[in-house]
C-alpha cells in the first residue's frame, strides 16, 4: 500500500448513480425519480468521514457525468477519492430501485452495471502496492459478484502478508448478482478477513448455514464475527478484537467472548443504508478501542440514524451523543426509541 498519512480505513467497490422513487409503487408505475449515489463501500467511507474518521474510496468509475457526480458527492463528505480511476471505454454503473425495504416481495432494483468501469477492477488495474495506506481495508461481497477479475482481486487483497491491514468484510449476499456463479466463494473470502459482519438470513440463503453459532463454526478464523439477527440485534464472536497489524495467524478453535446486543426500536422512514450504516459505526468504534458491546451499539445507533432520513447516507450523531447512549445500562438501552431528527437533538430521544 502507498501513501504517506495512513488512512484511518480504506473502502473498495463500485458505487452507482441511484435513481430513487419520488413516490411508492411499481417501477412502472412511478412518474420521476431523484438523483442519489449509492454503493456498500463508499456508504461505509463517507459514514466513517462523516464521523471524523480518515476514509479512503478506491474505486472506478467512467469518463462520463454520472462518474463526476459520484466522485464529487463521495468527496463532499470529505472522503479522499484520489485513488478512484477514470475508465474512457466503460460507463459508470447505475440503478433504479422501489422504495419498499429489498426484503419484501415486491421490492424491485433495476441494475445498469454490466460492463461498467468498476467491474474492470482487477489484481492489475488496482494493484495492492497502489492502495493507499490504511490501518482497516474493508469490502463487501458485492465486488466478487461482479467479474472474475473483481473476484480474483478480492482473492488477492484478502491474502496473508507481511504488514497487511485489517481486513473488514461484510458478506452483502445479493442474490440477483449471482448468476452462473456460486456464492460459495464468499465462504472462503471471510474466512480470510479480520472482521465479518453476515446476516442470518444470507449466510442461510447463500451458504446453508441456519443460526448465529453455526455461522461462527463455518468462520473460526477471524478475529470477529458480526452476526446480524435483524430485529433481535447482533450477536458478535471475537476473540481478537484489537487492530494488531502483520500477517494474520488463524485463531480457529480459540476460546470465544460472545456479546449479544438488542436492535434499537426505531421510527423508520427507509428502510435502507443500515447495514453499511451498522458496519461504519462497528468500525469506528473499533478504531477508538471501545469494548465489543459498545462497537455494535455504534453499529446500531449509525443505522438508526440512516433508518430515520429517506436516503442511504445522513450526518451521523455526534460523537459525544452517541457514547453517551451507548454507555446506557441494558434497561435505559433496551426503552430507548429514535425517531426523526434523534441524531440533533437529545430531546428527539425517547425511553417510553
Do not use: Q
Not at 430513487?20 to 431523484?34: H, K
Not at 492502495?131 to 461482479?146: C, E, M
Not at 494488531?244 to 423508520?268: C, I, K, M, Q, W
Not at 458496519?279 to 471501545?290: E, H, I, P, V
Amino acid at each position: 500500500m502507498s501513501g504517506t498519512t495512513p488512512a484511518d480505513v480504506v473502502c473498495l467497490g463500485e458505487s452507482m448513480v441511484t435513481f430513487l422513487p419520488s413516490r411508492p409503487g411499481r417501477l412502472a408505475d412511478v412518474p420521476s425519480f431523484d438523483r442519489g449515489i449509492g454503493g456498500a463501500e463508499s456508504n461505509v467511507a463517507c459514514a466513517l468521514a462523516a464521523a471524523g474518521h480518515r476514509a479512503a474510496w478506491v474505486s472506478r468509475v467512467g469518463a462520463d457525468g454520472f462518474g463526476d457526480h459520484l466522485v464529487e458527492a463521495v468527496a463532499a463528505y470529505g472522503v479522499d477519492t484520489s485513488f478512484v480511476r477514470r475508465d474512457p471505454l466503460r460507463p459508470t454503473g447505475i440503478y433504479f430501485r422501489t422504495a419498499t425495504d429489498r426484503a419484501t416481495d415486491v421490492h424491485e432494483v433495476a441494475y445498469y452495471r454490466a460492463g461498467s468501469a468498476a467491474s474492470a477492477m482487477s489484481p492489475s488495474t488496482v494493484p495492492y502496492d497502489g492502495l493507499p495506506a490504511g490501518r482497516v481495508l474493508h469490502l463487501s461481497g458485492i465486488t466478487a459478484a461482479l467479474s472474475a477479475d473483481c473476484l480474483a482481486l478480492l482473492h488477492e487483497l484478502t491474502a496473508s502478508r507481511e504488514g497487511r491491514p485489517l481486513i473488514s468484510f461484510d458478506v452483502n449476499f445479493r442474490p440477483g448478482l449471482w448468476r452462473g456463479e456460486s456464492p460459495a466463494v464468499l465462504l472462503a473470502l471471510a474466512r480470510r478477513a479480520d472482521v465479518v459482519f453476515v446476516g442470518e438470513d444470507e449466510a442461510e440463503a447463500a451458504w446453508g448455514v441456519v443460526g448465529a453459532a453455526a455461522i461462527r463454526e463455518a468462520l473460526p478464523e477471524p478475529g470477529v464475527v458480526v452476526v446480524k439477527r435483524g430485529a433481535d440485534g447482533v450477536t458478535v464472536f471475537s476473540h481478537d478484537p484489537g487492530l494488531r497489524p502483520g500477517p494474520r495467524a488463524s485463531n480457529a478453535g480459540g476460546a470465544d467472548e460472545v456479546t449479544h446486543v438488542p436492535a434499537l426500536r426505531v421510527d423508520v422512514v427507509a428502510p435502507v443504508g443500515a447495514g453499511d450504516a451498522f458496519a461504519a459505526g462497528f468500525l469506528s468504534a473499533t478504531l477508538r478501542g471501545l469494548p465489543v458491546r459498545d462497537r455494535a451499539r455504534h453499529g446500531h445507533l449509525m443505522a438508526a440514524a440512516v433508518l430515520t432520513v429517506p436516503g442511504d447516507l445522513t450526518a451521523p450523531p455526534a460523537r459525544e451523543h452517541a457514547d453517551r447512549l451507548a454507555a446506557l445500562d441494558d434497561d435505559a438501552w433496551g426503552r430507548l426509541r429514535l425517531g426523526p431528527g434523534w441524531t440533533g437533538d437529545d430531546t428527539e430521544v425517547r425511553t417510553p
